[in-house]
């Protein structure tokens, strides 16, 4: 694999995890009822922070698509697709990157190349830098 690939959806998924976050809040659990036909779940994880959403997963929904619908992502645009900067103003940096999981598996494409569907999950987790390089060994 590509490490410049790498690194950018590594990035891009710390962001829109640090994002979501940026409300500063700490030890809160947000959910809507789970298990509703129709639905695919937006998760984002940050220090002290969970988010859970269900979400309504229509055709042709992306993974951006889905988290943009619950959250404020920022984003950068590369050949290989749009890296999450950030997420609830909660922003990736040299020592935190966003990474996104899709059915519990690291996806290795952009969040906007990233097809959602009902009875997806899609995990956006803020890490340190050495809990995200785990991911890459």
């Known amino acids: 694999m590509n490490s410049r690939f790498a690194y950018v959806v590594l990035g891009a998924i710390l962001i829109a995890v640090a994002s979501m976050a940026g409300n500063q809040l700490t030890g809160l659990y947000v959910s809507s009822p789970v298990g509703d036909s129709?639905?695919?779940?937006?998760?984002?994880?940050?220090?002290?922070?969970?988010?859970?959403?269900?979400?309504?997963?229509?055709?042709?929904?992306?993974?951006?698509?889905?988290?943009?619908?619950?959250?404020?992502?920022?984003?950068?645009?590369?050949?290989?697709?749009?890296?999450?900067?950030?997420?609830?103003?909660?922003?990736?940096?040299?020592?935190?990157?966003?990474?996104?999981?899709?059915?519990g598996n690291l996806s290795m494409v952009s969040a906007d190349a990233q097809a959602m569907g009902v009875g997806d999950s899609a995990e956006f987790r803020y890490l340190d830098s050495d809990a995200a390089m785990k991911y890459f060994s």
């Open 38 to 103: 129709g639905k695919a779940k937006i998760s984002i994880y940050t220090p002290g922070l969970e988010l859970h959403y269900n979400v309504t997963a229509y055709p042709n929904a992306t993974a951006l698509d889905l988290l943009s619908s619950v959250a404020n992502v920022s984003y950068e645009t590369y050949a290989s697709g749009k890296m999450i900067t950030a997420i609830n103003n909660i922003s990736q940096d040299s020592g935190h990157y966003w990474l996104y999981f899709v059915n």
